[in-house]
């Protein structure tokens, strides 16, 4: 084993350079599995914004169904079912899959690996809360637009979106990455093609430390 640790941005520039800018996720996931690097976002519980939303909303999900793009280890999935949504976990990285598998052994989520660029037929439209968290920002700009686009793509008529995502403030370079944060003008892209947003916010120091987090909602008509 190298003395080193594996770096989460050196294993993007080098999967950006080879053309393939999702590939270094499972190379992440899998590094971890075998104690070799640590998962950046990896909080061991559900993102607080997404606790914060839930609360405030009383949400309820029975009857209804949730889907949770980038799932990662499983964390927000695993909320989102404890409110009694039919909840669908999916990730590019097979190996995060099965460590949230493994995490949650008797877990009532499904947890698939997808592609957000190549969605399994009969997901489009089809969820009544779609949750993307931290998803969009992990990958290049030129592919944002067509990342917006899918993560559009799932939610339900009469369905809600939330988004949670850094804030590029005014003193960042947009270039730098990853993560590349979103834009205040960036979340105006999601509310399109009969979503619209139901609120914006900025939330500073939301994940315990000193950044911003973007918590956006939309709804489709």
């Known amino acids: 084993m190298s003395s080193r640790p594996i770096s989460a941005n050196g294993l993007a520039a080098d999967a ?34 997404l ?51 493994d995490r949650f052994p008797s877990s009532p989520v499904s947890y698939d690996v997808a592609d957000l660029f190549d969605l399994p037929d009969g997901w489009a439209g089809a969820y009544s809360l779609v949750f993307e968290s931290l998803t969009v920002q992990s990958l290049p700009r030129t592919l944002r637009m067509r990342a917006i686009a899918a993560v559009r793509s799932l939610v339900a008529p009469a369905g809600r979106l939330l988004v949670v995502s850094g804030a590029l403030g005014d003193g960042d370079d947009p270039d730098e990455g990853p993560p590349w944060l979103l834009s205040r003008a960036e979340l105006d892209e999601f509310a399109a093609d009969g979503l619209v947003s139901t609120g914006i916010d900025c939330v500073p120091g939301a994940d315990g430390g000193g950044s911003h987090r973007w918590l956006a909602a939309y709804v489709r008509g």
């Not at 800018?21 to 950046?40: G, H, I, K, M, N």
């Open 51 to 101: 606790v914060q939303w839930a609360a405030e909303h009383a949400l309820d999900g029975s009857a209804r169904n949730a889907i949770v793009v980038g799932c990662g280890l499983g964390e927000d999935a695993e909320f989102l079912a404890s409110l009694g949504f039919a909840t669908t976990g999916f990730d590019i990285a097979p190996a995060a899959v099965a460590a949230a598998r």
């Open 16 to 49: 950006i350079a080879a053309g393939e800018p999702t590939a270094w996720f499972d190379t992440l996931y899998s590094a971890a599995a075998r104690d070799e690097a640590q998962v950046p976002w990896d909080r061991h519980a559900p993102h607080p914004l």
